[in-house]
Each structure stands twice: as C-alpha cells, then as structure tokens.
C-alpha cells in the first residue's frame, strides 16, 4: 500500500512541486499528509532575487490540490483548463459527472492552475487529486 | 453468470464475498473508505475505489459514490453483504434501474420484510406462528386490556423500535401505566413515533433460526437451523452453533417447514433467515433477514455448501443446484465472533493499531477475517475483527477444538471477546446446550463480582 501511495499521490505532488519553482508544498487530506521543502530557494526566485536584490524574497507559494469529493467520471470544460493558466477568483474548473449530475470542481479562490492530474473522460475516486493550484 | 461484482461492503464479509466470485471466476471490484485504504478486503480485489471519508454515511451508505464505482467499472453485479445497505430496499431498487442486479431479494420483499408490523402480518396470513400480540394501542388502558387477555409478563414494545429502545417488559397490571407513558415518551424521542404495540413475554426462550435458499423459478430449500442464543446483553450474539443442539426432532422439523412454506410465501429468492423464538414445544416467528448473515458459516460447514456462491448463482438467473433431499448436515459447527471488545467493561468497543495477530490453524478450523498484525481497526465500524469456527462430528468435539483454536489465537493490541469465549468452551452450563438468550446475561451478572 505504501509504494501504491508514493506511486498515486506523492509522484504527482513531486512533480507539481518540482515544476512549478515552489519552496514549500504541503498537502493534507484525511490520514494522508506530505511536505515538500527546497533546501535552497527555487531557480526562478533567486534569479529573481538577482535581478532586483534590494526587494525582500517573495512570500513562500503555496500549492493546494483540488481533490474529488464525488466518484464519477471527469468532464473538462470548453475551453479546457490548461496548466499555467492564471485563474482569476473561483471558477469552475471542470464537472465530476456521478449517476447523471454534474458535480463542479472549484478553484477555490484566485491562483495558477499548476498542474493538472486528469484527463477527461477519466474515471476518478474519492479523494483523487484533481488539479494542484498555486496561490 | 456475471463477469464482474462490485462488493458493496468492508472487512471479513467483503473478504468472503471477493473468495466466492473469485472461485466461481467473477472479477471484483471493491469499495473503501479512506479509512480502510490499508484493509484485506481492497488488497485482494481486482479492483478498488475509494469512496468516501471514515465516517459510513460518507462512504459505506454513500449509495451515488457506490452505483457510480459499478457503473464506471462495468460491474454487472453488487453484492451488499451485511449491515449498511444490505436491507437498503431503495439501494436495491436504485442498482437495478442503472442496471446493476442486486445479490439479494426483490425490492419489494426486502422492504416488506424490514417493517416489523408488515412482517407480522404477511407471516401470521401465510400460517407461519407469531407471538401473541395487539395491533396499534393509543393508550396504557387500551394496552392493559390487552394483557390481561393474553396473561401477564408482556412486552410493550414501539412499532417503529429497534436496539430495545421503546420497549418495556411489564410484570404485572399495575406496571402499565407508568411503563407505557415511559417506553411511548422514549420511543417518539428515537424514532419520532410513539405507536405502541404489546406482545407475549417469553421468558427465557431459545433464539434459532432458519436459512433458505430460494431460486428466481420458485424452487426453495432449507439448510436447517442455527442457535444463537448465546447473546450480550446488549442481544447481539456472540456465539453461534449449527444444528441446534438438544432440541426435540418435531420442533426442528416444524421450525425448517414453517420457514419453507413462509419463503414461498413471500416468493422469496436468494438467501434469507427466518428468526424464531423457541420456547418448549412453541415457536414464534421474530423476523426475516434478507442478506447473507455474520453466522452463514456454521450452515456451510455441517451442509458442505458454499451459501455466497449460492447467492450469486441465484442472482444469476441459475436454478438451484440440489433438492432439499441432496442437501444432509453432517457433524456440528461452532462460531465464536471475535470482537474489539472488552468484556470486563460491558463488551464496550475498542479501536486502535493491532500488535501481533496470529489465528488459529489445524484440522476443522476455519478463519474468516479481514485484519492481520499491525492492521488499524477505525473507530467507525464494526468491532468485530474476525470469526473463528469449528467444526467436529459431535457437538462435544467441537467445543473442544473451539478451546483448543481459541487457545491459539493472539490479537495484541486491542481487548478482545477470545478468553471470554475461552472461558464459555469450558462453562458446563454451555457444554450442557439448549441455553435461553437470558443465559449469558446471567453468566455475566453471576461473573463479574466474582473476579472483582
């Protein structure tokens, strides 16, 4: 079960966490709890840093996954949410379809969509990470 | 036959339900719970989904998360074992419409089967022996009236009742009024009803049951009887037996007639149990299960059938497999629940991360379980960690190898019902058999200042 874990859920937070530049991630969900730290600050945060170093490190970003809260299947919106895209305040991301009822995913608030777990059409569980948003 | 069952259920029966499809060559699928991500039962699927939080309205009742996991898995089938949706009439009735067959009876009989008054009537129509009782009585004059017609101890008991709230036992007439008032106030504060019916008191009868089997061609066979009378006081049982021991030969044959002419009755299929009360030479139709029960083993063995294999052949569109001539028990067979439970405390309930577990093995041991060293048993569920039965050609060889298995289990971690049980193997009131479902009670209230 540990290695179906760290293949399901860690993996994919890895990779969010490794693509999106971030310092800190840190995600919990019921009995499931992972934090990623970066020894040294992200690539683009010291370059930024170098560019315009009288200017104090940016807050550390946050990425908070939007998990499904149905089982169903995926349906993406048209136009597709695509990753990197800049989500203006709460919008619908995409519809969890359970016995006939559209269940939307939310954003939850304003952010970058930084990673996106599903394709549509995919079958997905309770509790599946969905999308990662970086606030 | 189907080619792949959703089990709508955890633990032990998930487990048993997974076995039988996998030998009759059906894929699985199972369900979970956050909680149960590390379970048996989602290990030895073919397929498992998550659906819900711990707590069962989220996930194990979760009746849209259950369909949809059928539904995206292509699963022709769900099994719902026991407990949580199991006698969910409506949760049958849904599978069916999205075009899921539910492993049990029709809608409709499981709904009729599930209000107690519904029961009563459809079975004292059909012949079957109920316990003396009133229809819907509004007041405590109206309930005395009736008692003293039928003679006193009575049961005052709430139609909508269950879990023995809303029910009184009243001794004697001048009982009545104040038990009424209290059971009727209790009964509309639980259930939002206060309609009260009164029944015969019987004393310190004999809790045995009947499985059938009942096919979609109306062909319907008996498997005989188990005795559970070895109850908490809380009524849940503890320790079950097949046949039932010391019970005269016309009393057992009229029990698996009567429960025989009541399934064609209600033109049941699938497995079912009649419950009675034995007392003497009278016996009293209680209720009908309609699902697969915690203590279908003790049948399997001394009848060498496998009952979930059954019920999914059955739901199947299969004919029965044997005539009620094929079908002779053989030996006898013992199950002892083995709970989270702390028997010094009133059996109360423990959850908690289990040491090491080791289960008992050799000849004429069964074990059906779903935990294993270093398991989480959640707060959520059920307490009951696995079911240790036995079998012997004698009843008397039987509790032995029971002591003898029972001596063999370890479960560290969590307080549990196996020395207790231990300790009944080698009651000789127990070894005696033919024990009422008042007997454990008084064990117990006889026990405790003794070890205080």
Same mark, same amino acid.
């Given at each position: 079960?540990?290695?179906?874990?760290?293949?399901?859920?860690?993996?994919?937070?890895?990779?969010?966490?490794?693509?999106?530049?971030?310092?800190?991630?840190?995600?919990?969900?019921?009995?499931?709890?992972?934090?990623?730290?970066?020894?040294?600050?992200?690539?683009?945060?010291?370059?930024?840093?170098?560019?315009?170093?009288?200017?104090?490190?940016?807050?550390?970003?946050?990425?908070?996954?939007?998990?499904?809260?149905?089982?169903?299947?995926?349906?993406?919106?048209?136009?597709?949410?695509?990753?990197?895209?800049?989500?203006?305040?709460?919008?619908?991301?995409?519809?969890?379809?359970?016995?006939?009822?559209?269940?939307?995913?939310?954003?939850?608030?304003?952010?970058?969509?930084?990673?996106?777990?599903?394709?549509?059409?995919?079958?997905?569980?309770?509790?599946?990470?969905?999308?990662?948003?970086?606030? | 036959?189907?080619?792949?069952?959703?089990?709508?259920?955890?633990?032990?029966?998930?487990?048993?339900?997974?076995?039988?499809?996998?030998?009759?060559?059906?894929?699985?699928?199972?369900?979970?719970?956050?909680?149960?991500?590390?379970?048996?039962?989602?290990?030895?699927?073919?397929?498992?989904?998550? +659906?819900?939080?711990?707590?069962?309205?989220?996930?194990?009742?979760?009746?849209?998360?259950?369909?949809?996991?059928?539904?995206?898995?292509?699963?022709?089938?769900?099994?719902?074992?026991?407990?949580?949706?199991?006698?969910?009439?409506?949760?049958?009735?849904?599978?069916?419409?999205?075009?899921?067959?539910?492993?049990?009876?029709?809608?409709?009989?499981?709904?009729?089967?599930?209000?107690?008054?519904?029961?009563?009537?459809?079975?004292?129509?059909? =012949?079957?022996?109920?316990?003396?009782?009133? =229809?819907?009585?509004?007041?405590?004059?109206?309930?005395?009236?009736?008692?003293?017609?039928?003679?006193?101890?009575?049961?005052?008991?709430?139609?909508?009742?269950?879990?023995?709230?809303?029910?009184?036992?009243?001794?004697?007439?001048?009982?009545?009024?104040?038990?009424?008032?209290?059971?009727?106030?209790?009964?509309?504060?639980?259930?939002?009803?206060?309609?009260?019916?009164?029944?015969?008191?019987?004393?310190?009868?004999?809790?045995?049951?009947?499985?059938?089997?009942?096919?979609?061609?109306?062909?319907?066979?008996?498997?005989?009887?188990?005795?559970?009378?070895?109850?908490?006081?809380?009524?849940?049982?503890?320790?079950?037996?097949?046949?039932?021991?010391?019970?005269?030969?016309?009393?057992?044959?009229?029990?698996?007639?009567?429960? +025989?002419?009541?399934?064609?009755?209600?033109?049941?299929?699938?497995?079912?149990?009649?419950?009675?009360?034995?007392?003497?030479?009278?016996?009293?139709?209680?209720?009908?299960?309609?699902?697969?029960?915690?203590?279908?083993?003790?049948?399997?063995?001394?009848?060498? +059938?496998?009952?979930?294999?059954?019920?999914?052949?059955?739901?199947?569109?299969?004919?029965?497999?044997?005539?009620?001539?094929?079908?002779?028990?053989?030996?006898?067979?013992i199950?002892?629940?083995?709970?989270?439970?702390?028997?010094?405390?009133?059996?109360?309930?423990?959850?908690?991360?289990?040491?090491?577990?080791?289960?008992?093995?050799?000849?004429?041991?069964?074990?059906?379980?779903?935990?294993?060293?270093?398991?989480?048993?959640?707060?959520?569920?059920?307490?009951?960690?696995?079911?240790?039965?036995?079998?012997g050609?004698?009843r008397e060889s039987a509790i032995l190898r029971m002591e003898?298995?029972?001596?063999?289990?370890?479960?560290?971690?969590?307080?549990?019902?196996?020395?207790?049980?231990?300790?009944?193997m080698?009651?000789?009131?127990f070894q005696?058999?033919?024990?009422?479902?008042?007997?454990?009670?008084?064990?117990?209230?006889?026990?405790?200042?003794?070890?205080?």
């Amino acid at each position: 079960m540990f290695e179906d874990t760290i293949a399901e859920r860690v993996r994919p937070l890895a990779r969010a966490f490794s693509d999106g530049g971030l310092t800190r991630l840190r995600v919990r969900e019921g009995e499931f709890e992972v934090e990623f730290r970066r020894a040294r600050p992200a690539l683009g945060g010291s370059a930024a840093a170098a560019a315009s170093p009288a200017k104090e490190p940016a807050a550390a970003r946050s990425v908070e996954a939007i998990l499904a809260d149905v089982v169903g299947i995926v349906r993406y919106l048209r136009p597709a949410v695509s990753e990197g895209m800049t989500l203006e305040g709460d919008r619908e991301l995409a519809y969890v379809e359970t016995l006939g009822i559209r269940n939307p995913v939310r954003s939850r608030g304003p952010g970058r969509v930084a990673m996106i777990y599903v394709t549509d059409g995919q079958p997905v569980e309770y509790g599946q990470p969905l999308f990662a948003i970086e606030r | 036959m189907f080619r792949k069952v959703l089990i709508a259920n955890r633990g032990e029966i998930a487990l048993r339900i997974n076995r039988a499809c996998h030998e009759l060559g059906v894929a699985t699928v199972a369900i979970f719970s956050e909680a149960d991500r590390g379970s048996l039962h989602v290990r030895h699927a073919d397929e498992a989904f998550c +659906v819900g939080a711990g707590p069962v309205a989220s996930s194990y009742l979760n009746i849209a998360n259950i369909i949809s996991t059928g539904l995206i898995c292509g699963a022709d089938a769900i099994h719902p074992g026991y407990g949580f949706l199991a006698e969910n009439a409506r949760f049958a009735e849904i599978a069916r419409d999205h075009g899921l067959t539910f492993i049990g009876p029709e809608p409709g009989v499981i709904a009729a089967m599930g209000d107690k008054a519904t029961a009563r009537r459809i079975m004292d129509e059909s =012949g079957v022996p109920i316990t003396p009782g009133s =229809g819907i009585l509004t007041s405590a004059e109206a309930a005395a009236a009736f008692a003293a017609e039928i003679g006193y101890p009575v049961l005052l008991k709430a139609t909508a009742g269950g879990g023995g709230k809303g029910m009184r036992a009243v001794e004697s007439p001048a009982e009545m009024a104040s038990a009424f008032a209290t059971a009727s106030a209790e009964a509309e504060a639980s259930f939002k009803d206060g309609r009260m019916y009164v029944e015969k008191l019987i004393r310190s009868p004999r809790h045995i049951e009947v499985q059938v089997l009942g096919d979609q061609y109306g062909d319907v066979v008996h498997l005989g009887e188990r005795d559970c009378s070895v109850q908490k006081p809380s009524h849940q049982k503890l320790i079950e037996e097949a046949p039932a021991a010391a019970l005269d030969p016309a009393v057992r044959d009229r029990l698996h007639d009567i429960a +025989v002419t009541a399934a064609r009755a209600v033109k049941y299929t699938n497995a079912g149990t009649l419950e009675f009360l034995v007392d003497g030479p009278n016996v009293y139709f209680m209720e009908m299960n309609t699902r697969i029960q915690v203590e279908h083993p003790v049948t399997e063995m001394v009848y060498g +059938v496998d009952l979930v294999k059954e019920q999914i052949r059955i739901a199947s569109g299969e004919r029965l497999g044997f005539t009620q001539a094929d079908l002779q028990p053989l030996g006898c067979a013992i199950e002892v629940r083995v709970n989270a439970e702390d028997p010094e405390n009133n059996f109360a309930p423990a959850a908690g991360t289990l040491g090491r577990v080791e289960f008992p093995g050799g000849p004429g041991v069964r074990v059906d379980t779903h935990v294993y060293s270093g398991s989480v048993v959640p707060p959520f569920y059920d307490s009951m960690l696995a079911k240790i039965i036995v079998t012997g050609r004698t009843r008397e060889s039987a509790i032995l190898r029971m002591e003898r298995a029972l001596s063999e289990t370890r479960i560290e971690g969590v307080k549990t019902t196996v020395e207790f049980c231990r300790e009944i193997m080698r009651d000789e009131e127990f070894q005696h058999a033919g024990l009422g479902v008042d007997w454990l009670p008084r064990y117990l209230a006889h026990r405790v200042p003794a070890t205080v």
